[in-house]
Every structure is written in C-alpha cells, then in structure tokens.
C-alpha cells in the first residue's frame, strides 16, 4: 500500500465514514458497498468447489477434503465466505492485529448470507475465547466482536458459553496433529446448562486447518450440545485438494 493510499484510509476511517473508501486499495467509492467495483471482482469468494463438511475450498468436486474423509469430526458442518487469499487475508490480519474493527461490519454483511443460505438455525452463536492476558494485551477479542455483529445481523442471541485456559503456542507453522495436541485442554465449556441438547454455531475470522474449531466443538459436544456448526470469514484451501 504506497503513502497517499495509507494517508487516505487514516482519513476515511477517523474522519468520515469508512465506506466511503475502498477497504482493499483506499479508492473513495459511492457505492455503498465496502470495496470499489475492481476489488469487489478480485474478491476470493468461496464458492466453487467446498468439502461438504468443513467448508474449505478443494481443488476438484468431492464430498470431503483430504483432513475431514473416514473422519469423525465434532464441527457438523462449517461454511467460510473467502478462500483466505488477498485482499481479504490482509483485512483479516488488519482487524486482528492492526485495530482495524469497523472490518468485522463487512465481514459480517458476507457472513449473514451465507449463514441463512445454509439453513444452519442455531439457537446460540459463540466465539473462540481468548485467555484474560492475551485479551487484555490485544484490547479485544475480534472473534467474539465478529460474532456479536453477525448475531445483530441475523438475529440469534451470542451465549458466552467458553473460556480459554491455558495459554497456547503461535499455531502459524504448525501442521493439524500438532495444532491439536497444542490445544488439548486449552478451553472449557463455563455454561454447561445452556448448552446442553442445543444447536450452537461458532463464528471465528479464519478455519486454518480447522484445528482449533474442532477442539472447542468437542468440548461443546463433550457438555451435550446437540449439533456444532463453523462459520468463518474465511477458510485455507484444502492442501491435497480431493
Ligand atoms: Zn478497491
Ligand atoms: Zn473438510
């Protein structure tokens, strides 16, 4: 992004309303809408071929990716509205990392479509807990913001239902096995009461390999809840792609 660009955004976003130029390449817009014609046509939607289970992109036509075939798997079916490639890998890690929130609005607009067009009805959205320190250090917990917006959006109540426990490694370079044993009694289920026989859905940023997702549904379902759905803004395509 070169100087005047960066310049603009400042502007956008504490001046004025950050609609008002493009979140991918900071061009004004009056369209409305949260990226300019050219980003919106460059925008990895997500919407070819999808395992059926977990969501992510697979190279050709098949019902389960190569993480998800012959296995049991606590998440019931998840959904992501991007291939998590640019522009939207940048905006993610922007509004984790950077404070860029008024984001989590966008993605949420992509989110609820996708969301009714699946049928998924949960009684209940939650998020993916942060420890107390890791929160109070980023200020925020974007999941759990994403999650409150989407609930505004489609109208299903958020349930504070989880709690992270144990401070986890950086997963960036761990591969699924070690991302699972990374996380193994990472989070508790602190609202075992509501959640029991319900129907919940998880709403995070990104589903990497799915790792984290599948330990928080298996402690969900371990408290009895009757289904586990994934909703994510964006998803890493499946590596072996059948
Ligand atoms: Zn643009
Ligand atoms: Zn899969």
New binding site residues.
């Given amino acids: 992004m070169n100087f005047i660009t960066r310049v603009k955004r400042f502007i956008n976003e504490y001046l004025f309303n950050a609609k008002w130029c493009?979140n991918?390449?900071g061009?004004e817009i009056f369209n409305d809408k949260y990226?300019?014609d050219?980003?919106i046509k460059k925008l990895p939607f997500n919407d070819k071929s999808v395992c059926d289970h977990c969501g992510r992109k697979v190279a050709t036509a098949t019902p389960f990716c190569s993480t998800c075939k012959e296995r049991l798997l606590s998440i019931d079916k998840g959904r992501s509205a991007f291939v998590y490639d640019k522009p939207i890998s940048y905006l993610i890690q922007g509004a984790k990392y950077d404070k860029r929130l008024y984001l989590l609005e966008a993605f949420a607009d992509y989110l609820a479509p996708i969301y009714l067009k699946n049928y998924f009805n949960a009684d209940y959205f939650c998020f993916i807990p942060m420890t107390d320190k890791a929160k109070k250090k980023r200020g925020y917990n974007q999941s759990q913001l994403l999650c409150e917006k989407l609930s505004q959006k489609v109208n299903v109540p958020v349930l504070d239902c989880l709690e992270k426990v144990k401070e986890t490694n950086r997963q960036a370079k761990l591969g699924r096995q070690d991302r699972l044993k990374n996380l193994e009694g990472a989070f508790r289920v602190k609202d075992r009461k509501n959640v029991k026989d319900k129907t919940l859905l998880i709403v995070d940023d990104v589903t990497t390999t799915g790792a984290t997702a599948e330990i928080v549904a298996s402690a969900l379902k371990k408290s009895g809840a009757k289904c586990v759905y994934l909703l994510a803004v964006a998803s890493v395509p499946s590596k072996s792609g059948y």
């Fill in positions: 493009c991918a390449c061009k990226f300019c050219d980003c």
